[in-house]
Structures are given as structure tokens and as C-alpha cells.
């Protein structure tokens, strides 16, 4: 624990509209065994100005991983997708989509649009929270991704 | 012709008494004189009255009337030819019996006897042909005249003292030449010969003054005047048998019409055309046309009769047919009437120029026009169409679609119009028209109530359609938004049982328990709908699946429940179908998972085949399970239904209304055949494709 005390934590970035579900993951995460930073914004205009450090999040960190739910209001979870892998400075953020939808469609699309992985979130709460374990684990400790100049 | 008939008749009378005088007393003669051989010549060159044809043997009007003669008094003739001089001196010396052509004078007479003349020749006056002052002898007093030198005609003139100058040529080419080149005033010569040199020298413009008034060389009775020749035969003097014998048989010729006949023939090309009086014409026309006019009007007025009898009969068989094809004509219109008032469509005719000529009952039934309210098509513009606008809209699409069909036999297009009715209502309707001669003839057909119904449904389908969205839509947001706080009360009641396990007696770790299990129930509903809703929302892609794979596809994915359950799955070979081969999976994975599950025998058995029945195929899957009753059969097809507790079989209800609505979707139809603890046969078709089978 101390070791891992000593390394600056990984910033999560979860774009998420429902306030239970907001809840339930940062409960998932805090039993996760890496140091987490979780950024929290609740529509896809605020993932944005987020990401390219716009008004109030000007002095905010550049996430290492995003939770982006596909259902959000004003601007949804596949437009911020796209926004993201078309822009250079960010396209190469890994995005897990983590939603509701069991949907063929927004699966497909989903990979389309370049998102790295696709999970539909169970309704039991030991099987989510086992699932956001596996996530962290694979994508913040496992996967070597590439360094970018901060 | 009746001139040259008197003068014969005359001629005849004339020679023909001396010669009965004659005849008795030579009648004894007459046996010796027929045997007698005729010995004659003629001239070589007198035209025509003697000359010599190319096989050198006699011809011309005196040899052929010599011919004629002697041939009519029965006696033989030899005829030869010679120098005039020459045959005279012959006749003299009494070895010629007979000349044909000789000119009578004293001096002759003395040497030989003469016949009665033939012919004779007398002088002429030829002037030009506008000369007026110079119409006989007498008239050359004062006057310039030509005659030829030593010519008996010279001799003529000296002896009468005609002329008031003499102009003298040596030929009376010459003199005629002269005179029609308009020298001098007359030229007095033989008349024939003077003819032949006109037609010969080609003058046209110099005329006998005799021939005026007659052109007949013919012996004519009655003393001669002036200045002529007498041609007769001559014969040796003193042979009176042979003369009186020439003088019979002229009389004869001359009778019997044979010297008419020679005389056209040789001097018919030569002398001017005789000339007839107008009484003679007027005599002539009134002796032949009044006849002629009486038999023409005779026959006319006959024919006419017969004409207007046959005209008669034919226009009383026109009035018949008339009448008859009137009678048709009117029974065709008043059926026509009959059928143009009754018809179930509004009609009315107009005619080219703009008027209404009739509407029927129809019309004014759907209007409420009658032809007094619009008289005429502008009337009608007026009436029908209120609004000015509009009205010449209407005006323009009508005058093209009836400009397009001019000339032609084809029907004006139906054009949709708004029509505004005599109570203020309007109408939808399609008029057409068909142009006739003179008139046409408008039909129109209300689509107001059709346009209508076609407008609701147009609207209910419509309706259909969003609310249709709207429930797909509903499907899957119901299964997102259900789900959230769904999993919202799962998770914190899971977070509750784990976070505060110390806090919680047996009974509230239980209750959590019941409420989490019932939240996964909700899930399993809200998945089931979405399955469901999604067999309906996605469309088909049919591609040619081997149903066969399917269900060994089905049976690999169910091998634990089988192994668990010590079934035994079989099926034979299927056919190959165009279907949506993830809905047929589906459809086989719920009907043999059905098979297996409601299923307490000690060794379960699945059969799955197929039979071809008509268009279709009929897909069976049998098992040996619990069977369902009769009254089920319907209401196992429907969503939610169940017919167990969920202690007795776990599952939702919504498997058998997902195998119906995929079996639907592929035009199929399915149903069991099952009792109660008998087990179960499903049945379900689908159609054949077989152009894809193989």
C-alpha cells in the first residue's frame, strides 16, 4: 500500500448522467486495488470542454482512461466518441463504453466509432463491481499506452 | 351535189334525144360494130387529161372516160400513146379510129368528125383576192391585162377589144406571178389551167372571178360566152357508125353516174371546193334538222318520261329508308337519352360553340346545376370555379388537355378539379372528356368521398406508422431506462448487504435477498420485451440457410442440458431455405429448449423433421414431455403467459410469442398438436423458395 501510496493515481474520466449509477461505480472503483482518481462530468458538451481543458476545467489532468455511457443529454456518448477520435490530441485516449444498452446497434457502432471495448452493465451489483476491477486492471495497470507530453 | 345533178340530168336530156334519133336506124349495124377492134392513142403529156404512167402505157380523165365509153358499148379497145402530132396524123391517115382529148374548132371539124364535148374549158378573169372592181369580162375596159402571147386567149381579147391595156408574157406562170405580186389587174387564161398553176406556184392570193360563183368544168347547157374550149373524141371523118356509137356510150357514162366518178377522180384535188349558198345551207339544215330535231325530241321526251317514272320510284325508296333509318336513328337517341339521364356518373354535353347542350340527372343530383344554371361553358367557368385565380388555372389546364387530343380520336385526360357546387359545397372530381364532331362530351367522376377515406387512411397509416416507431422506441428505451434504476436498487440494496452485513439480523439479510431476486426477474422481463420488440424492429435478411446446420447448431449449444437430462435430440435431413437464419436459430433454440424443459420423463426424446405440404414446408418438433391441454393451445403463443409456477418452471413467457412472431414475420404459421401428459408436437411452416433450394 505504500508503495502504491507513492504513485501519482490514475485519472478516470466517467461520463455518466445518473447519479446512482455515478454512485455505484465510484463505489465499484474504491474497492479496486489502484490508486484512482475518478473526474466525474454528467454530458457528453462537459466531457468535452473537459478534455480539451476548456473554462472550468482549464487546469484539470488529461484522463488515462474514460467511462463513457452512451445515453447522455445534450450531446450523447456516441458523438463525444467521435469528437474524440477525430481530434489529434485526443484520439488516442482509450474510451471503455460502459452502458445499458445490450443493443446490436450501439454495439457496432460503438466499434465503428473506435471505442476500445464495450460493456453492457449487469444489473448485480458484485457482478458490476467485478467488471470495473477487470477494467482497471487491464486498462491502467496492464496495457502499455503511449506517453504524451503533458 | 344537187348542181352537178341537175346539170347531168340536163346534160343527159340534152345528148340523149339525138341519139334515139340515131340508134334505130344503125340498129342493124350493131352486130358488125361490137366485133369491131378500137384503135386509139393518146398524148404523152396533158394532165389530166392525158398522160403516160411510168409502165408507159395511156392514162388520164379523157383515156378513162374513152375506156369507159367504148368498154360500155361492148367493143374492144388498143390504147397506145404518141407525140400529139404524131397520133393526129395517124387518125387522119385513117390508122387510129378514135382520139380521146381533142380541142374543137372549125378548122379541125374539116378534117375530122367530132363527138358531142365532154368537157369544156372556158376562159376566166383571175384577179387578186381584195380586187372588187372586177367581177366579169366587161369589167376590163379600163384595166391592165395579161394574157400570154399568141394564146387563145390573146386572140380572145384583141377580137372583143376587152381590155383597156394588153400586157403580154410567154408564159402564163409569169403573168400569174406578176398579178399576185401586184402588177397590173388581171390575167385572162383557161380557167383549169390557171387553177393548176396556182396550186403549183403556191399563190394564194389570186382568185377567178368566176369561181365566185362557180368552179364546174362540166358540160353545161345553153350558148357559152366568152372565151372557151370544147374537148371532145374525135374519129376519122365520115365514120358515122363509130361516132354515133361514142356519143350512145357517153350519154351512157354520163347517166349511169361512171362520168361523175372519173371526173373526181381527176379533177376533184384540183379545183376549189364548190361554194353553197346560205339559202342552200339554211334549205339544207331545215330539210335535215327539223326531222332530226322532231325524232331527238321524240326520243327525248320518252326517255325523259322513263327518266323521271324510274327517278320517281328511286326517291320514294330513299323516303322509305329515310324514314326508316329515322326511326332507328330516333329510337337510338331516345335509348341513348334514356341511358345518358340514368347513368350513375355525372354527363354533359357542350357543344364547339360553348354552349350546354344537355346535363343528366346525375350531374344535377351531384351540383345541383341544372343546364339553365349554366347555359354556357363560360357559365360554367363562372359558376363552378368562384375564385378568379383558381378559375383561370382550371381554364388553362382544360383549354391544354383539350388542345392535346384536337384532330385526333382520343380522349380528353382525366384532370382532377375542385368543383363548387350550387349549395356553395366543393367537390373533388376528375373530368374527361371525348371530343365528338361539333360537340363533347364531358363525364365526371366525384372522388370527394374516396379522396376522403383515401386521406384518413392515408392519415391512420400515418398514425400507424409513428405509433409503431413510437412503441419501438418505447422497447428500447423502456429496456434502458427500466434498467437503470432497476440496477440502481439492486446495486445499493447489494452494497447495503455487503457494506453493513454486521448490522443486519437473518430476516433482513433475507429480505434483501427476495428484493434482489426480484430485481433480476424485472431484468429478465425487460430482456425478454427487448427480444421481442427487436424481432419486429430489425428487419429480415433472408439468406440461404441449411436448416439442417440450425438445428445441430441448437442441439451443440444445449448438449449440458441434454447430458444433464440423459435426452436423446434427433433429426433428420432438412431442406434448405431463404430465411433470417439468427430468427430461425432462435425460433429452434426456444421450441427444442421448450422440448427438453417441460419434460419429466426419465429419457426425454426430441424429434425434429420436416414435410413438404404444398408451397410450404411443415417443421415439426416432438417431444415426450407433460403435454399441454387443448384450451392451452392458443394462449401459449401469447407474451407473458405461463401456464406453470415459477416454483414448477422457472422462465418468463415470452419464448412461444418469440417463436409465433418469427414464424410470422417469414410468412408462416405455427400451432401444437399436444393432450396433457401425452406430449407435444409444434408445427410451423415456412414458405418455399425453390428456385434457392438445392
Request: proline share 4%; hydrophobic share 40%.
Amino acid at each position: 500500500m505504500t508503495d502504491m501510496e507513492n504513485v501519482k493515481p490514475a485519472q478516470v474520466l466517467l461520463v455518466e448522467d445518473n447519479e446512482d449509477d455515478v454512485e455505484l461505480t465510484m463505489e465499484a472503483l474504491k474497492d479496486s486495488r489502484v490508486r484512482t482518481y475518478v473526474h466525474v462530468v454528467y454530458d457528453g458538451m462537459d466531457a468535452m470542454k473537459f478534455l480539451r481543458r476548456q473554462g472550468e476545467y482549464a487546469d484539470k489532468p488529461r484522463p488515462d482512461l474514460i467511462l463513457l455511457d452512451l445515453n447522455l443529454p445534450m450531446m450523447d456518448g456516441r458523438e463525444v466518441l467521435q469528437e474524440i477520435r477525430n481530434d489529434p490530441d485526443l484520439t488516442d485516449l482509450p474510451v471503455v463504453v460502459l452502458t445499458t444498452s445490450q443493443s446490436e446497434e450501439d454495439i457496432c457502432r460503438s466499434y465503428k466509432l473506435h471505442a476500445n471495448c464495450y460493456i453492457a452493465k449487469p444489473v448485480d451489483f458484485t457482478k458490476f463491481s467485478e467488471i470495473i476491477k477487470q477494467i482497471e486492471g487491464f486498462w491502467l495497470q496492464l496495457v502499455k499506452l503511449p506517453r504524451k507530453e503533458r | 351535189m344537187q348542181i352537178s345533178k341537175m346539170v347531168k340530168v340536163f346534160f343527159v336530156f340534152w345528148l340523149v334525144i339525138p341519139v334515139l334519133v340515131v340508134v334505130p336506124a344503125r340498129a342493124a349495124d350493131q352486130p358488125s360494130g361490137a366485133g369491131r377492134i378500137i384503135k386509139s392513142a393518146s398524148e404523152l403529156d396533158y394532165p389530166p387529161f392525158a398522160l403516160v404512167r411510168s409502165d408507159g402505157t395511156a392514162d388520164g380523165f379523157s383515156v378513162d372516160l374513152l375506156k369507159e365509153v367504148v368498154r360500155t358499148m361492148g367493143m374492144p379497145l388498143d390504147m397506145t400513146t404518141g407525140p400529139w402530132h404524131d397520133i393526129k396524123q395517124q387518125l387522119a391517115d385513117g390508122r387510129l379510129d378514135v382520139l380521146p382529148f381533142v380541142s374543137y374548132s372549125e378548122n379541125r371539124d374539116r378534117l375530122f368528125d367530132f363527138s358531142a364535148s365532154y368537157m369544156r374549158l372556158h376562159g376566166t378573169v383571175f384577179v387578186r383576192e381584195d380586187e372588187t372592181g372586177i367581177t366579169s369580162e366587161a369589167d376590163l375596159q379600163d384595166k391592165a391585162v395579161i394574157v400570154m402571147k399568141g394564146d387563145n386567149a390573146h386572140e380572145y381579147a384583141l377580137q372583143n377589144r376587152l381590155a383597156g391595156t394588153l400586157i403580154l408574157t410567154d408564159t402564163y406562170e409569169d403573168a400569174l406571178m406578176q398579178l399576185s405580186s401586184g402588177k397590173h389587174d388581171a390575167v385572162l387564161m383557161l380557167q383549169l389551167v390557171g387553177f393548176q398553176l396556182l396550186k403549183k406556184l403556191g399563190i394564194t392570193n389570186v382568185v377567178s372571178v368566176k369561181s365566185v360563183r362557180e368552179t364546174n368544168l362540166k358540160p353545161i347547157p345553153g350558148p357559152l360566152s366568152g372565151y372557151e374550149q370544147k374537148f371532145c373524141f374525135a374519129v376519122q371523118e365520115g365514120d358515122k357508125e363509130l361516132l354515133a356509137k361514142l356519143n350512145e356510150g357517153l350519154a351512157i357514162v354520163i347517166a349511169s353516174g361512171m362520168y361523175n366518178t372519173l371526173y373526181d377522180k381527176w379533177f376533184g384535188p384540183i379545183l376549189p371546193g364548190p361554194k353553197v349558198s346560205w339559202q342552200q345551207v339554211a334549205r339544207y339544215l331545215l330539210a335535215v334538222l327539223v326531222p332530226l330535231v322532231l325524232i331527238i325530241a321524240g326520243l327525248g321526251i320518252w326517255f325523259l318520261k322513263k327518266e323521271v317514272a324510274r327517278k320517281t320510284r328511286h326517291l320514294q325508296q330513299e323516303i322509305q329508308e329515310r324514314k326508316q333509318a329515322e326511326m332507328t336513328l330516333q329510337k337510338s337517341e331516345t335509348k341513348f337519352r334514356t341511358l345518358f339521364d340514368v347513368a350513375a356518373i355525372p354527363m354533359c354535353y357542350v357543344s364547339d360553340e360553348g354552349i350546354m347542350v344537355n346535363c343528366n340527372t346525375k350531374f344535377t343530383q351531384t351540383f345541383g346545376y341544372t343546364t339553365a344554371d349554366i347555359p354556357t361553358l363560360d357559365a360554367w367557368w363562372q359558376t363552378a370555379y368562384p375564385d378568379p385565380a383558381y378559375r383561370q388555372q382550371v381554364i388553362d389546364t382544360w383549354d391544354a388537355a383539350v388542345k392535346k387530343v384536337q384532330g385526333t380520336q382520343d380522349s380528353i385526360d382525366p384532370i382532377e378539379y375542385l368543383v363548387t357546387c350550387k349549395n356553395r359545397d366543393t367537390r373533388r372530381v376528375i373530368i374527361s372528356g371525348t371530343a365528338f364532331p361539333e360537340y363533347f362530351l364531358a363525364t365526371f367522376v366525384d372522388i370527394t368521398d374516396l379522396k376522403n377515406t383515401e386521406e384518413q387512411l392515408e392519415s391512420t397509416l400515418a398514425d400507424l406508422e409513428r405509433s409503431n416507431a413510437e412503441l419501438q422506441q418505447f422497447a428500447y428505451v423502456a429496456s434502458h431506462d427500466l434498467q437503470e434504476p432497476l440496477r440502481a436498487a439492486v446495486g445499493f440494496l447489494q452494497l447495503l448487504q455487503s457494506r453493513y452485513r454486521d448490522h443486519l439480523d437473518e430476516k433482513g439479510t433475507h429480505y434483501i435477498e427476495r428484493a434482489v431476486n426480484a430485481g433480476h426477474r424485472m431484468q429478465g422481463l425487460i430482456n425478454d420485451l427487448l427480444t421481442l420488440s427487436r424481432v419486429n424492429a430489425q428487419n429480415l435478411v433472408p439468406k440461404e440457410t441449411d436448416m439442417t446446420r440450425i438445428v445441430a447448431e441448437v442441439v451443440r449449444d444445449l448438449q449440458p442440458v441434454i447430458v444433464e437430462k440423459q435426452a436423446a435430440v434427433n433429426y433428420s435431413e432438412l431442406p434448405v431455405l431463404v430465411v433470417d437464419n439468427n430468427q430461425v436459430f432462435s425460433l429452434l433454440q426456444n421450441l427444442v429448449t421448450n422440448a427438453l424443459k417441460y419434460n419429466t420423463s426419465r429419457h426425454p426424446a426430441v424429434e425434429i423433421g420436416c414435410q413438404e405440404d404444398g408451397d410450404v414446408y411443415r417443421f415439426f418438433v416432438k417431444d415426450n414431455g407433460i403435454g399441454i391441454s387443448p384450451r392451452f393451445h392458443d394462449r401459449i403463443f401469447m407474451i407473458f403467459q405461463r401456464l406453470h409456477t415459477r416454483r414448477e418452471y422457472s422462465g418468463t413467457g415470452i419464448g412461444l410469442a418469440l417463436c409465433r412472431k418469427i414464424v410470422e414475420r417469414h410468412n408462416g404459421r405455427i400451432w401444437v398438436v399436444s393432450q396433457k401428459g401425452q406430449g407435444s408436437v409444434f408445427y410451423f411452416t415456412l414458405p418455399k423458395t425453390k428456385e434457392l433450394i438445392k
